[in-house]
């Protein structure tokens, strides 16, 4: 079963970038869907889409308040995919976790998927903090 664990996190001033990693064990990330999600601090926060790539890793998508700072990647030799993240703001701050969803070796390995209730397999978490 594929366990996913995400890496990178920390304290970063505003402006400043950081790199999270999600990797993973026992399976190979290149038979997954990736995507990042992200839960801010506070009562009633709830889990929010960040980007997402598709199997093959040409495709991906970002929330329309991380486009142009985010940039979702592979690296099949490491089997992990990256969020690196520029030009932070204090309202980056959250848990961010990576999430994996199974695509069939005869399905579009063009598509990707923004919804959590899509994906299967979940990380931890890794706590990012953005300082103003």
């Known amino acids: 079963q594929l366990q996913v664990v995400e890496s990178g996190g920390g304290l970063v001033q505003a402006g400043g970038s950081l790199r999270l990693s999600c990797a993973a064990t026992?399976?190979?990330?290149?038979?997954?869907?990736v995507g990042w999600f992200r839960q801010a601090p506070g009562i009633g926060k709830v889990r929010e889409f960040v980007?997402?790539?598709?199997?093959?890793?040409?495709?991906?998508v970002k929330a329309d308040s991380v486009a142009g700072r985010f940039t979702i990647s592979r690296d099949s030799a490491n089997n992990a995919v990256y969020l690196q993240m520029n030009q932070m703001k204090p309202e980056d701050t959250a848990v961010y976790y990576c999430?994996?969803?199974?695509?069939?070796?005869?399905?579009?390995?063009?598509?990707?998927?923004?919804?959590?209730?899509?994906?299967?397999?979940w990380g931890q978490g890794t706590q990012v903090t953005v300082s103003s």
């Open positions: 980007a997402a790539i598709a199997r093959n890793g040409g495709n991906t």
């Open positions: 026992e399976r190979t990330l290149s038979d997954y869907a």
């Open positions: 999430a994996a969803k199974r695509v069939s070796p005869w399905a579009n390995s063009g598509y990707y998927w923004t919804s959590e209730d899509d994906y299967n397999y």
